[in-house]
């Protein structure tokens, strides 16, 4: 490191500078001004080269385009612009201090010896700041201090010829980016880099790599071209466009090189922190249970958060390795479990057993007919908690269950909590919804529950349906049954309009523990056809197969949901597509598609008796009709609407060509992946929040704005799965189309065995801290990694501060 003895000349000045002396290379100090402010900002553009010739036509370009910058736009964010190739100034302090900003217009090479980069280093320590274009990540190649000042040097490869390409603008908030299109589209010549920068720096912006030809070194999915970070002191902004002339005459380019100038010259205060991962922990909140308990965490299932900061979250049934597991049909106490509802206080930093529900959910692991997913699957406060303190429950009593005909009864309770004991009261139940469920055969039983402002309870279902029977493609087979009730195929429920499973439930619960169906269902009620009444008016949404977490965004009451999907790992050009788990932004009643289409609009194979082996048709998604000898609602059902993101082992929102009617062709070597930041495996989606941030919240390790509006989607596995936050556009995602923008969580909310390895469910607390469950590391069970964690910012405030800006006349 230079000497350190500049301090904050940049910033309040008369101050010491270091500045070297010609005769033992030591830094001595001399006393320099701090750069004036307001009308009277500088920016030193440095063009020099280690190359003789002449000056490239981009210099001449970019020197205009800066120039130009300065003397437009409001008067209080002008400033005077200095071009210079004379890398002296950097070991002139008294001259280098009257500049607010630096801007590097070089190519590559060592343009600066020793000394200059020592005074480059020292401007930067006392608050300076650095804006590097293009090639300016080539240059003093041999210094790491630099390198670390640019964020990312280029791939040894040389940079393919200038191609268009699609920029995905992901920081909305940022003066360099706020103002530009999210997908922005412009030709340049587009650096790979030797090692991505993402996480280490605050990344503004990304290039799409499928919008052009990457060559030898590509990045990949995540592929930086602009980003900014708090440097040694100073601030620094890189941006690996700018490779053109031409680039300098696009209003769009001169404007992200207008932001990146106000906040490196103290004109405007932005935050370059908040997509460092290192501005991030997270501890783990619980502690394990001690042996043969539940003190801490049943089986982890689902957490809502309340208006004081307590942490409510459930387990759905299955107990620790010591508990006794009852599979046999025989015996009254089959799958009898506990359903625990657990409180966390963060003012005691104690987790209290706010009570247990005897439920129908701990038969164990095992094939279908011995496994079971049912139990207490979903938590939800009401609206008005803190006034009456009311919980609403999604579970299966075990008081319900019909041994002989292997059925069971759903239910949507309230209770009361006491807020002084933290103590639920059973007695209190007050039973809003019921409906029957097959429980021969597991699985899919869903849970999340969510509000929106208008007080209406979404609550969302599994299709209580087989795995099997259907080679891991369309859960449509007609034939498996016990005592006459289908287990294997979800036109039964999913795809029925007059079932219950399957589906996003809303209705809007009244005081006196009923509930009303507001307007606007995908169903009235009252649709009727041969044989009476065909439709349930609490169906919203239909043709969802297991959604485990749903979300409704506070601004705009948009729902927001996730499920699991069938098992096939390929594709098939006989029954259609392979599993694809799914997230959907969902702004109106709609069907999405289960068990006949997925991802956006690719249809299944028929099946129907008497032979359900042999594949008929191919499903209409624009016209579907259930036609199931198990169906005893609607045959025309409403078109199918497309889903927004869908993955694959193969990968993210594949695609395939298509024939004259609309079918894929499913092969797989023919596939396009619209999504490729993402892919699956093993998988099973867990929506999560869209954040907003509330600047009245007084805590400073809160998540900071710069994550408002995104969306939080994740995976219960933590390899290749997706855990993003992602932008969607809001003038098309209603309609299933994919997103924009998505930048990986995994470092933020950390993977790993000794991380929030198995993500179960995770929501924003009102103190902006994202809270998490972990699974553990078995199923149907809670263990010593089943906990509940906690995820705060530790970046600190925007800079520079307040009280350093730079003001006219100072």
């Not at 041999?142 to 268009?164: C, H, K, N």
């Not at 909140?285 to 809502?304: F, K, Y």
């Not at 932008?727 to 000794?754: R, Y």
């Amino acid at each position: 490191m230079a000497g350190t003895a500049l301090a904050a000349g940049l910033l309040s000045g008369p101050a010491a500078s270091a500045y070297p002396d010609p005769g033992n290379g030591r830094m001595t100090t001399m006393s320099i001004q701090s750069p004036p402010g307001g009308a009277n900002v500088r920016v030193l553009v440095f063009h020099g080269s280690a190359a003789g010739g002449d000056e490239s036509p981009i210099v001449d370009a970019g020197i205009a385009a800066i120039e130009r910058i300065g003397l437009s736009g409001p008067t209080a964010q002008r400033f005077k612009v200095v071009a210079s190739d004379d890398a002296s100034v950097f070991t002139d302090a008294a001259r280098l201090s009257r500049f607010n900003a630096v801007v590097f217009l070089t190519g590559g090479g060592d343009v600066l010896d020793p000394d200059q980069e020592a005074g480059l280093e020292s401007y930067m320590e006392a608050g300076g700041g650095f804006v590097g274009i293009h090639d300016a990540a080539r240059a003093e190649p041999y210094s790491d201090w630099f390198g670390g000042l640019i964020g990312a040097r280029p791939a040894a490869s040389a940079p393919p010829a200038v191609q268009r390409a699609t920029v995905e603008v992901g920081d909305r908030q940022h003066p360099a980016t706020k103002d530009l299109p999210v997908q922005w589209k412009r030709p340049d010549q587009w650096l790979n880099w030797a090692k991505n920068p993402s996480g280490d720096v605050h990344t503004v912006a990304r290039v799409r790599e499928s919008t052009y030809k990457p060559g030898t070194g590509a990045n990949g999915a995540d592929h930086p071209v602009s980003w900014c970070r708090d440097y040694d002191g100073g601030r620094s902004f890189y941006t690996g466009m700018g490779g053109t002339v031409a680039s300098y005459d696009e209003v769009d380019f001169r404007d992200h090189l207008r932001g990146a100038l106000l906040w490196t010259s103290r004109i405007v205060r932005a935050d370059c922190k908040a997509a460092i991962n290192g501005n991030y922990k997270a501890e783990r909140l619980t502690a394990p249970n001690q042996p043969g308990q539940s003190d801490q965490i049943g089986e982890p299932h689902g957490l809502v958060t309340a208006p004081d900061g307590r942490v409510l979250y459930i387990g759905r049934g299955g107990g620790d390795s010591s508990q006794p597991v009852v599979t046999d049909w025989n015996d009254p106490d089959i799958g009898t479990g506990k359903g625990q509802v657990h409180v966390y206080d963060p003012k005691t930093e104690k987790v209290t057993l706010a009570g247990e529900l005897t439920v129908f959910g701990n038969k164990g692991g095992g094939d279908e007919l011995i496994k079971v997913e049912e139990g207490l699957l979903g938590i939800e406060l009401d609206p008005r908690f803190e006034e009456n303190g009311w919980v609403y429950l999604h579970y299966t009593p075990h008081s319900g269950l019909d041994r002989d005909k292997q059925m069971a009864e759903r239910r949507v309770s309230r209770f009361t909590l006491d807020p002084a004991t933290d103590k639920l009261d059973l007695s209190s139940e007050k039973v809003l919804l019921k409906w029957p469920v097959q429980v021969h055969s597991c699985c899919h039983a869903g849970g999340g529950m969510t509000w929106d402002s208008k007080g209406n309870l979404y609550i969302a279902t599994g299709d209580n349906n087989s795995s099997g029977f259907s080679g891991g493609y369309s859960g449509n087979n007609p034939e498996p049954n016990y005592k006459g009730v289908s287990f294997a195929d979800a036109r039964r429920t999913a795809g029925n309009t007059n079932n219950l499973n399957g589906k996003i439930l809303r209705i809007h619960p009244e005081p006196d523990g009923t509930y009303t169906l507001p307007e606007g269902n995908l169903f009235t009620g009252k649709e009727t056809a041969e044989g009476g009444g065909k439709t349930r008016g609490e169906i919203y949404v239909m043709g969802v197969r297991n959604p485990a977490r749903i979300s409704v965004d506070k601004k705009t009451d948009t729902l927001y949901a996730g499920w699991v999907g069938p098992d096939a790992g390929e594709p098939s050009t006989t029954w259609g597509p392979a599993k694809y788990d799914t997230f959907a932004v969902i702004t109106k009643a709609s069907n999405r598609g289960w068990p006949y289409c997925m991802g956006n609009k690719q249809p299944y194979r028929d099946r129907n008796l008497p032979d359900p082996s042999k594949p008929l048709g191919w499903y209409d998604c624009d016209h579907p009709k259930n036609e199931s000898p198990n169906n005893d609602g609607l045959v025309n059902l409403p078109p199918v609407t497309g889903n927004n993101i869908w993955y694959s082992p193969q990968g993210g929102a594949p695609d395939y060509p298509r024939d004259a009617d609309g079918v894929p062709s499913y092969k797989k070597e023919e596939a396009t992946y619209l999504l490729p930041w993402l892919k699956g495996g093993g998988q099973a989606a867990m929506d999560g929040p869209v954040y907003r941030y509330d600047a009245s919240v007084p805590n400073a390790d809160k998540w900071p704005s710069y994550w408002d509006g995104k969306w939080f989607i994740g995976d219960f596995y933590d390899s290749d799965q997706p855990r993003h936050a992602v932008l969607t556009d809001p003038g098309t995602h209603g309609d299933g189309s994919v997103p924009v923008h998505a930048e990986s969580l995994k470092k933020i909310v950390p993977i790993g065995n000794d991380g929030i390895k198995n993500l179960m469910d995770w929501k924003f607390g009102p103190d902006g801290a994202l809270y998490v469950l972990d699974y553990g590391r078995g199923f149907f069970t809670s263990d010593g990694k089943s906990a509940l964690w906690k995820v705060t910012y530790t970046g600190g405030a925007a800079t520079p501060a307040a009280d350093q800006l730079a003001r006219k006349g100072e």
